[in-house]
């Protein structure tokens, strides 16, 4: 996906937002405001809004010295989700399509979205998204696609989304190579998290290296390059991941709930919408 | 009022609405943002937003060549309040308070604001504000000084609100001088709009010759200056001049709702609050 015009204001917003959870100093957070306001310039709108948000994050860890900002974040939403987990698993084992009712359980979780501005109710979001009609809904093509697939690379998104993607990990039953960020960035899933929230237990978890928000397949190491263009099956989560991977040119199997309205813009829904897209299905 | 670290984001916010009310052009948005983001490392935080606010106006008329984009928007905001006029002046005269119910139509009118990003419903409004406690309420301090006062010093906001600002000129009873902006800046009302408002039958209508989206003493003209420093009372609608004049050092009544969360804190009121407050009273 393209950079547009509403995602440069939101760089300053998030640039706001992310270097008041990094430090109390007032000077440095307009240091960065500063130095994100002058990066505005240089910002191609062909490269994907996450390519610009690395940058973003790499000035807040620059100028304030903090390289986990949102560690104490994760460390509870994960402790949160796995607080909810014995319901989860029970409401997919009952359900009568364990598959989808999964797909909607990982859809929840894509709600803790720290990049966001917005509050969010864990227990809520799992009434309305248990309900909700999807707005693009390529499940059989899904469906089709798993029962060819060997195994799944499955991209991660947030901590604490982690565990509701443990679920359908499970639903999956292949064996599934679970994909976290090389470093820590805003709330992201990193192998620590993933760990933390009990993927190791069952599926094998590798960092695509990435530095952004999101997948980019440019920055990332080439051993994840590797599995991503060989893979039987990929399945992408949130809204980085589709901001990063939306015009490759392999299939892929987008899992996201539209949280701006730029992104629901670009996949032609309306915010708050819930998506599952496959590409070059 | 001092410039807030949201204050700065929010200038990006607001170039990107205002750029697209100038343009359809996307390149020259780009360049409204591009100067806009480079200007921020510039602004001083002792300067009011205000001050800010008309560079990133300045940036716009100079970018897309267009010296008033809310043009169109001013002249159906004021059609739109003269037609809620008859139903406003009725409202005023059968109650009890004729001036606090003036007061509250001219708060109620200062929703006009296309600086802000919100929508707004008059109607509603007006049933919201006739009803709603004031969380700062100097208005004893307030009829002490009108009734001392020869002439009346008004210095108006935006372009609609000017007509629900005539109500309350007429309920002051006293002669009455209007202000407003020196050029055409946001909606904010100019010596056209005051005129097609209706004011220039029952007020002196004078320039301030600001250029910013607010009252700043040291950019207004020297004849209001002086007016300013003399008027045996002054009356300063909307959150602009609020933030230009609350550092000042004679007595000003401030009519405004707070529709920031900022001017809200500045204010240690909440959001939505309306507030009637006197400074050096």
Redesign the interface.
């Known amino acids: 996906m393209k950079t547009y ?2 995602c ?2 939101c760089m ?2 998030q ?2 937002r992310a270097g ?1 959870i990094a430090t109390n100093n ?1 000077a440095k ?2 240091q960065v ?9 240089d910002i191609p ?1 062909y490269h994907t809004p996450v390519q610009s948000g690395a940058l973003v994050y790499q000035k807040i860890r620059d100028i304030t010295g903090v390289i986990d900002p949102y560690k104490d974040i994760k460390k509870n939403s994960i402790k949160e989700a796995l607080s909810l987990y014995p319901t989860l698993i029970k409401l997919m084992k009952k359900s009568d399509n364990k598959l989808l009712t999964a797909i909607r359980i990982a859809i929840t979780g894509n709600i803790i979205d720290f990049g966001m501005d917005k509050q969010y109710d864990l227990a809520k979001e799992l009434d309305i998204v248990i309900k909700q009609d999807f707005a693009i809904f390529d499940f059989k093509a899904f469906v089709n696609k798993l029962s060819q697939a060997k195994s799944v690379l499955y991209i991660g998104d947030n901590a604490g989304e982690s565990v509701f993607d443990k679920i359908l990990i499970e639903a999956l039953g292949k064996p599934v190579t679970y994909v976290v960020r090389g470093i820590p960035i805003i709330n992201d899933v990193t192998m620590e998290d993933a760990i933390d929230s009990g993927i190791g237990k069952i599926a094998e978890i590798i960092s695509s290296g990435s530095p952004a928000p999101g997948t980019i397949l440019e920055l990332c190491n080439d051993d994840f390059v590797h599995l991503f263009n060989n893979a039987d099956m990929v399945i992408s989560k949130g809204q980085g991941n589709y901001e990063g991977l939306s015009n490759v040119n392999r299939t892929v199997f987008f899992l996201l709930k539209a949280k701006c309205e730029i992104i629901a813009n670009d996949l032609e829904v309306n915010e708050n919408d819930i998506i599952l897209k496959g590409i070059n299905k």
Chains 1, 2 share one sequence.
């Open positions: 015009l509403d440069l204001p300053m917003n640039a706001l008041r007032d957070i307009k405001l500063d130095e994100v306001g002058a990066m505005i310039k709108m």
